[in-house]
């Protein structure tokens, strides 16, 4: 069986060494407050429970940037299969910028197509961990930004700071069981070969890391942008439906984000606002039946029963999702 590798990348400060430190229930890797550089140096690794935990130093490093590149190929050319987790942080209430660039620049080395990854959100605060779990405004805004790069993922999971490890160096805690089960369980996995992992180019970061700054604040300030953003997510099959699925998120919460915030913004001549042709995904106007790009019935202005694409059972045309296997209505969750 090949070696499960679970490889963890993030920036000083995102908390990278003292979750694997929790992960295996003891002191591995050295963790705590460093200032001015990050504590790890190199890629270190630790075997425990038929698992190899991989620790790597952060790209944001200046001081030892071009050894954290080297560390980080070294650590995507090992044998076996991996599980991919880049830390990411809030800084009130905003998704730090260079820990995206972080993953724009790993995955961006790696010559393959769709290689699946996940992030954790580390030491979110506990107001704001408590608005994030509401799945309401705030929640998805985040969620938005955090996928505002070329590389998109819906497995997230949000880590409250956690009083035991506050200002402890080498400490470790026992993890909520939802962040236990996420790292084990939901995480994808993947195979890498080690000849499809190209040098990582770190050269660039400082201004990736400007660019990007300028487009979250965009984002931030911009409802428009915003919301063409989650339009273009949406577009990805299932997107918010696996991102409920990660983090225990009721898919309705962000039906109700987008008729709320964009209520004002609806159509007023039907019963139903536009949605998208479940065949081709084209945009549909509310008043047709039928799409005029590939010329399908729309299940959204048609009375009664229908069949669930992805399971074939019986639906209504007003429900959001799917009773049987919660397949995600797409069609009565889009933006007009």
């Known amino acids: 069986m090949p070696q499960e590798n679970y490889l963890f990348l993030g920036n000083p400060g995102t908390g990278k060494s003292t979750l694997i430190n929790c992960l295996v229930s003891e002191q591995v890797f050295d963790s705590g407050v460093s200032y001015g550089s990050g504590l790890t140096q190199f890629f270190q690794k630790h075997y425990y429970n038929g698992i190899v935990y991989m620790d790597t ?23 076996g299969r991996y599980k991919l987790f880049f830390m990411v942080r809030l800084e009130n209430g905003r998704v730090v910028s260079d820990d995206l660039v972080t993953i724009e620049t790993v995955m961006a080395s790696i010559d393959m197509k769709d290689v699946p990854f996940s992030i954790i959100v580390n030491n ?43 200002e402890e160096d080498n400490a470790y805690t026992d993890l909520p069981g939802n962040v236990k089960s996420f790292i084990r369980n939901d995480a994808l996995t993947v195979v890498i070969a080690p000849e499809a992992v190209n040098t990582i180019k770190a050269a660039d970061f400082k201004r990736l890391v ?12 911009d409802n428009a942008a915003l919301r063409q ?15 409920g699925k990660s983090i225990d998120s009721p898919v309705g919460s962000v039906v109700g984000f987008f008729c709320n915030e964009h209520e004002a913004d609806a159509p007023q001549t039907g019963s139903q606002t536009c949605g998208r042709c479940r065949t081709c995904q084209s945009k549909l106007r509310d008043d047709s039946d039928l799409c005029e790009n590939c010329r399908s019935v729309s299940e959204t ?9 992805e399971c074939d059972r019986n639906i209504f045309s007003n429900e959001e999702f799917c009773r049987t296997c919660g397949y995600f209505l797409v069609t009565n969750a889009i933006f007009a």
């Not at 048609?302 to 694409?309: A, E, F, S």
């Open 210 to 221: 400007d660019e990007l700054r300028e487009e979250l604040e965009r984002l931030r300030t």
């Open 301 to 309: 202005h048609v009375g009664g029963n229908t069949l669930c694409p």
């Open 124 to 166: 979110v605060k506990k107001r704001q961990y408590a608005k994030m779990m509401e799945k309401g405004e705030e929640f998805w805004k985040v969620v938005t930004m955090i996928n505002s790069i070329k590389y998109t993922t819906p497995h997230i999971v949000f880590i409250p700071v956690l009083a035991s490890l506050e």
């Open 57 to 79: 130093p952060g790209l944001a490093d200046r001081k030892i940037q071009e050894r954290a590149a080297a560390a980080i190929t070294q650590a995507l050319k090992e044998t």
């Open 229 to 243: 953003r989650m339009d273009e997510l949406m577009e990805q099959p299932g997107f918010f439906r696996n991102v």
